[in-house]
């Protein structure tokens, strides 16, 4: 037998508008913004297409893989990514169920079958891809408004002081890290991971040992940078198991 495999799923701005109960020219903005990352981050854009509405008229909407969905939607409320999740299921088992078709001779039979291990690779190379995805997920489910250091290395199970030497590496360069420590030894974050909000950082006020006010920087981690660290994280991890 051959298998037809059917072409790559995409869903549609206008759908992710329906499924958020968003305006349509919210979720673009959303995704000229998701663009630009990508641009810092030398990824792939969102592509953009054109579909005609009922009054005649050709307007612009995006269409999105499941990476890009998961991207764009990581910061919306817990029921909207659900929802989507659901509807990827939905895509996903589409294109799941196989157009069969009879082979004509034993060379046809044989094609079939290497076409078919092939297919399998590539699913198997997806489902690799989409891995540190679905563990930034998980990470941040538990994650609600800006997380502490201690409370965001527990999201993505690390210890406090491996997390911080992790955040901290000076093994890696600046444009990696997401913290230093300055002149008095307490943690900053790094103005371009604030720029990109995964941190935040204001100043706490304390009374020292010596009856003194005091101030310090404290660093937060908002529910995406939680989600890039968890998927970095997962990245090495692939990485080192691959290695092995």
Same mark, same amino acid.
């Given at each position: 037998m051959s298998i037809l495999t059917q072409n790559i799923k995409t869903m549609s701005s206008r759908e992710i508008a329906e499924h958020c109960d968003k305006d349509h020219r919210n979720v673009c903005r959303?995704?000229?913004?998701? +663009?630009?990352?990508?641009? @810092?981050? %030398?990824?792939?854009?969102?592509?953009?297409?054109?579909?005609?509405?009922?009054n005649g008229q050709s307007y612009r909407q995006y269409l999105l893989s499941k990476e890009q969905t998961i991207d764009l939607i990581?910061?919306?409320?817990?029921?909207?990514?659900?929802?989507?999740?659901?509807?990827? %299921?939905?895509?996903?088992? @589409?294109?799941? @169920?196989?157009?069969v078709a009879l082979p004509q001779d034993y060379l046809s039979a044989l094609k079939a079958l290497v076409t078919s291990e092939e297919a399998k690779e590539r699913a198997n190379a997806e489902i690799k891809q989409l891995q540190p995805k679905a563990a930034a997920l998980d990470a941040i489910s538990h994650a609600k408004g800006?997380?502490?250091?201690?409370?965001?290395?527990?999201?993505?199970?690390?210890?406090?002081?491996?997390?911080?030497?992790?955040?901290?590496?000076? +093994?890696?360069?600046?444009?990696a890290r997401f913290m230093y420590r300055d002149h008095s030894g307490a943690l900053n974050a790094y103005s371009h991971r604030i720029d990109q909000g995964f941190v935040t950082q204001k100043l706490s006020c304390f009374i020292g040992g010596d009856g003194r006010d005091r101030t310090a920087p404290k660093v937060r981690f908002t529910p995406s940078g939680v989600t890039q660290i968890a998927k970095l994280l997962q990245q090495e991890r692939s990485r080192e198991l691959e290695a092995v």
């Open positions: 959303d995704i000229d913004s998701l +663009n630009e990352s990508y641009a @810092q981050m %030398a990824l792939l854009k969102v592509e953009q297409s054109d579909y005609v509405a009922d990581t910061g919306y409320r817990a029921d909207i990514r659900i929802r989507i999740n659901r509807r990827w %299921a939905e895509l996903e088992q @589409q294109a799941a @169920q196989p157009v800006s997380t502490g250091i201690r409370e965001t290395a527990k999201a993505v199970g690390m210890g406090q002081n491996e997390f911080v030497a992790w955040c901290t590496n000076p +093994n890696k360069p600046a444009s």
